[in-house]
């Protein structure tokens, strides 16, 4: 059996895991706000926050795989029962990060149709003005002969 030391550090790694995943969870926060505040600078910073975020957990994920990879299949399931309650936490996390994604991801489509109603509107009303011409654009009011 491997050392007890293994089947901790991989239980520090998905501490760690989760950990990322829930500064994820308050970045989203973050980005539900700027979305709000339409803070398009803001918005931006916080998924660069996130992608960075997330670079580190697949790292994590990547280690944590190799390590089980080297275990018995009697280690295996001693790794699942000793790791459960966190890969529980980790799943739970995920669920409302993807709620919370989800969320916003409609924000944003919301957002985007007004925007596009916006354009048709003015889109329609250049138009309209058309309809009108361009007689009398340059000329005055006034006639010549005062």
């Not at 059996?1 to 994820?24: D, G, H, N």
């Not at 916003?104 to 003015?122: G, P, T």
Request: aromatic share 4%; net charge positive; with cysteine.
């Amino acid at each position: 059996m491997k050392p007890k030391s293994q089947m901790e550090t991989v239980k520090t790694w998905l501490r760690e895991e989760l950990f990322r995943y829930l500064a994820i969870l308050t970045k989203l926060e973050e980005q539900r706000k700027a979305v709000d505040g339409d803070d398009e600078a803001r918005l931006l910073a916080v998924i660069q926050e996130k992608s960075s975020l997330m670079a580190g957990i697949e790292k994590l994920e990547r280690k944590i795989a190799g390590a089980r990879k080297n275990f018995s299949a009697e280690e295996q399931k001693d790794a699942a029962r000793h790791t459960g309650p966190l890969t529980a936490q980790i799943e739970d996390v995920l669920k409302k990060i993807i709620a919370r994604e989800d969320a916003c991801a409609e924000e944003i489509k919301k957002k985007q149709l007004k925007i596009q109603e916006r354009m048709l509107q003015v889109k329609q009303g250049k138009t309209g003005l058309k309809g009108y011409g361009d007689r009398g654009k340059n000329k005055s009011w006034f006639s010549n002969n005062a």
